[in-house]
Structure formats: structure tokens, C-alpha cells
């Protein structure tokens, strides 16, 4: 199980605006398919190397198997990172990778989506030039599309609403609810963003947010849709600072500081990238008292800090592979849809959504109480998704 199935390395060669040539390299780490056509996303970063891709290829297949769909686990990417370069050179870029990949996908075999780097446009040019190749309006072989292209309503928002769905259940153990709570999060990206609108839909206020440059502090919360409408403008501009928001709407902006181990909040949200907690943001967190720490982005603790939080009696950990996973879980909605020929409702959507992500809670709770571990939801997740991987594997024969 912890050997891929395949890995796919290739090489990508493009035009930028200035007619210079570049060559970078794409990745895809097909690492189970015991349990359906492997799926994950792709992730355009400079920092993306095969090591970063296999292990998030290993998780995912966990997080796969823990939403029961049927979809094997797989991940992808390239060292290319799309900020900086214009529509014209991300279009041009991705039409290199897919000309190369298209040949490892399908909608049986291989269905890649969006991550880090990779949102609605980049799909849109993928899925484009992989249509063009195949001669096929095969919609299934990638997910995340616009909904004019068969994508699936509230995909973009899916992982972030999902998230605050498994907080729900989370705090319903503890006879509390979202009305009043008080978020500090990492990362206003798609998911980011996602987390914020549900939160102030609900009654509760994401307080702090933290960028690459720094942190903001908005006691009123992250509210409205001037503030939410704003988020998406300025990161369309610059992803790389959330200053603007603190000079447009009054509040503190504390440079080059993550918010980890402020003490005016009940729950904290890593929903940024791999890492982002290690050791010492995890002594703060403990010292903080805050009660709830969800991962939100993949592996956002380091494995020391992990371990250190989840010993932390206060503090309830919960694990990213189960908090995000409802945006895997609208990508398998969409190939569902795609399969079927017909576009369900947001509605019907949102119930499915909030389905999926009270069955993840409850299967991780009862996997844990099973072995004897108690209310231990990262253990629980754990168990869960490897069962299903493994029963499937162990029923399809050893090869
Ligand atoms: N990149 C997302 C994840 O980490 C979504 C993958 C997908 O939709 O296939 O789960």
C-alpha cells in the first residue's frame, strides 16, 4: 500500500509572452486505484517536487476511501507556478502538460482537478486541450470545471463549506454550535475563502486570517459581502499579500507573523498549505488554550507538532484528510453528473455535501472507539480510510 502504483514524471516545454522557451516538469502520482479511478489534484508551485507529490498522493488516498465514493487516490503537479504570468502563458503552459498527460487520464482511469495553483482557469485549459486531443466531450476525465463546461454547482466552494460542516459536528459533540464562535485561519485561497462565507452564514466570525505576508486582525469578523467580494479581488491582483485588506477596511496588519497563538478565539483553521505548524506555532497553540484545532489544508502540521497537539488534553485535533475532503467528494459529484448526462441543483448538492461530511465525522469517531482509542479523530480517520483501501485490495487479490 505504500508503494505507488505508477509514478509519472514528464517534461514540459512552453512559450512565455517574450517568445523564451521554458522547460518544467510535470508529475503524476497514480497511487491506488483498489477503490476507483484515481483522483486528486494537480499543484502549479514552484516548490512542487515528487517527494511533495507522493506523499500527498498517499493521503489522498485515504481521504478518498474515508468519503466511501468510488475513487481511488492519485496526485499530480508541476514546478510551474502560475503567479506572475499572464492568461496567455498559463494557457499556453497547460496545454504543454496536458498534451504530454493526456495520455494517462480518462474518465475510467485517472480523473485529476484543481489544488494549489491549479483553479478554475488552469482546469478550464486542461479539460480544453484534453478534449481537443481525444476528440471527446469526455467531461469525466477532470473535475472542477466551470459549470458551462459539465462542472458541478458549488465545487469551488465545496471543500471550505465542507469544512465548516465536520467544525459542525465537531462542536455538536460538545453541545456547542457555529452561532458566535470566533475562526483564526491561514489562507484565504478557494478553501480559505469557502471557510469565511460559510462561518458568517452561520452566525460565527473568522477574527484572524494570515497570508504569506503576514496576519489581519478583524475583530468584526470577515463578514458581508464588501469584505468576502473584496478577498476575491485582491488576491486575484497579488496572492501573495493580505495587507490591502487591513489599509481598506481599518484593522491591524502584524507583518510577517503568523496568527497561531492568539488567545481571543475558540477554534483554529490551518487552511493554508503543507507544514505551516510546526513545533514552536504548536507550543503557542497549546499555551493559547483554544480548544479546537481542524486541519483544514493538506498536512498543515508537521508530524512532531501533530503528535504534540493531539496530546494536548484541551485540545480536540481533528485531521485534514477527513476536514477537506468534501472538495474530492463534489469532484466525484461531478463525474457522477458527468456519467449521468445532467447537472444536479445547488440544493441537491449542499444535502449530499453535508451528508458525506456527517458520515466522515461518524465513521472517524466509531473507527477509534472500535480499536479502543476513544474520541481520537485523527486516529479514527486514519482507520477508517485504510480499511476500505485494504479490504478492497485484499478482495481484488495480491498482483
Ligand atoms: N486538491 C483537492 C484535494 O486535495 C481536490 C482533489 C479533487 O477534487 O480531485 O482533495
Redesign the pocket.
Known amino acids: 500500500m505504500v508503494e505507488p502504483e505508477r509514478t509519472i514524471e514528464f517534461r514540459v516545454v512552453w512559450m512565455d509572452d517574450n517568445l523564451q522557451y521554458h522547460v518544467n516538469r510535470g508529475y503524476r502520482v497514480q497511487y491506488n486505484a483498489a477503490l476507483g479511478p484515481y ?5 502549479f508551485a514552484s516548490n512542487v517536487n515528487l517527494s511533495i507529490i507522493k506523499f ?1 498522493g498517499f ?2 488516498t485515504f ?2 476511501a474515508l468519503t466511501c465514493l468510488p ?1 481511488g487516490g ?2 499530480g503537479g508541476s514546478d510551474f507556478s502560475p503567479i506572475g504570468r499572464s492568461d496567455g502563458e498559463v494557457m499556453r503552459f497547460c496545454q504543454a502538460f496536458m498534451t504530454e498527460f493526456h495520455r494517462h487520464i480518462g474518465q475510467d482511469i485517472d ?6 495553483g ?1 483553479g478554475g482557469r488552469e482546469v478550464g485549459y486542461l479539460y480544453g486541450q484534453y478534449r481537443r486531443i481525444v476528440g471527446a466531450a469526455e467531461f469525466g476525465a477532470m ?2 470545471k466551470a459549470v458551462c463546461t459539465g462542472g458541478s454547482i458549488l ?1 469551488p466552494e ?2 471550505g463549506f465542507g469544512a465548516v460542516y465536520y467544525l459542525r459536528e465537531v462542536l455538536k459533540h460538545d453541545g456547542k454550535g457555529i452561532e458566535g464562535l470566533r475562526v483564526a485561519m491561514s489562507g484565504y485561497g478557494n478553501v480559505g475563502w469557502g471557510i469565511m462565507k460559510k462561518i458568517d452564514e452561520l452566525g460565527g466570525k473568522v477574527t484572524y486570517f494570515a497570508g504569506p505576508d503576514g496576519y489581519i486582525h478583524d475583530p468584526d469578523g470577515v463578514c458581508g459581502e464588501e469584505k468576502l467580494n473584496f478577498i476575491l479581488e485582491m488576491r486575484a491582483k497579488d496572492p501573495m499579500h493580505c495587507k490591502p485588506y487591513a489599509d481598506k477596511f481599518g484593522v491591524d496588519f502584524v507583518e510577517g507573523q503568523k496568527c497561531w497563538g492568539v488567545k481571543d478565539v475558540d477554534v483554529y483553521m490551518p487552511a493554508a498549505t503543507q507544514n505551516d505548524v510546526n513545533m514552536e506555532w504548536a507550543k503557542k497553540i497549546a499555551e493559547s488554550g483554544v480548544p479546537y484545532y481542524i486541519e483544514v489544508g ?1 498536512m498543515p502540521t508537521t508530524n512532531d507538532a501533530l503528535a504534540f497537539l493531539m496530546e494536548q488534553k484541551h485540545l480536540t485535533v481533528a485531521p485534514s484528510k477527513a476536514v ?2 468534501c ?6 459529484l ?1 463525474m457522477a453528473q458527468n456519467a449521468q448526462r445532467i447537472y444536479w441543483t445547488a440544493e441537491e448538492v449542499d444535502a449530499k455535501m453535508e451528508a458525506i461530511m456527517k458520515n466522515i465525522y461518524d465513521a472517524s469517531v466509531e473507527a477509534a472507539e472500535r480499536y479502543g482509542l476513544g474520541y481520537n479523530l485523527v486516529a479514527g480517520a486514519n482507520i477508517a480510510g485504510f480499511q476500505k483501501v485494504a479490504d478492497a485490495m485484499m478482495a481484488q487479490g495480491i498482483f
Open positions: 483522483k486528486g489534484g494537480l499543484r500527498l493521503e489522498q481521504k478518498d475513487i492519485a496526485k480523473c485529476p482537478a484543481g489544488d494549489v491549479v473535475s472542477g465545487r465545496a471543500t493538506n477537506n475532503a472538495g474530492v467528494s463534489v469532484s466525484e461531478e
